[in-house]
């Protein structure tokens, strides 16, 4: 028995991407993408802005609490978009937000 993980990047490529109209179905992808991407950036931007401003806090139980608690929206993040990007890695992505939830 074979683990079924989703289409391959290449039988999603031609199934979702490229169909009857490529041209309209790849100009989708790319803004889908490229808007993904965007998001991507703010969130990592403000993730950051915010780990960085908990740094400065006096030390204690609470600020250890709170910078576990903020590299959640960076592990969120990036495995959305790396699930956005192979679909197939979807349940890798999972696992990953699941450790993470864990270990805060």
Excluded at 57 to 85: D, H, N, W
Aim: glycine fraction near 4%; include cysteine; hydrophobic fraction near 50%.
């Amino acid at each position: 028995p074979c683990l079924d993980l989703g289409p391959s990047q290449d039988d999603f490529w031609r199934s979702c991407v490229i169909k009857e109209q490529p041209h309209h179905h790849l100009t989708s992808y790319a803004v889908a993408l490229a808007s993904a991407f965007v998001a991507l950036l703010v969130a990592l931007w403000i993730a950051r802005r915010h780990l960085l401003s908990l740094g400065r806090a006096p030390v204690s139980k609470q600020q250890e609490y709170y910078q576990r608690l903020g590299c959640m929206p960076i592990v969120f993040a990036l495995t959305a978009f790396i699930a956005l990007l192979s679909p197939r890695s979807r349940l890798l992505c999972v696992l990953g937000q699941k450790a993470c939830e864990a270990f805060v």
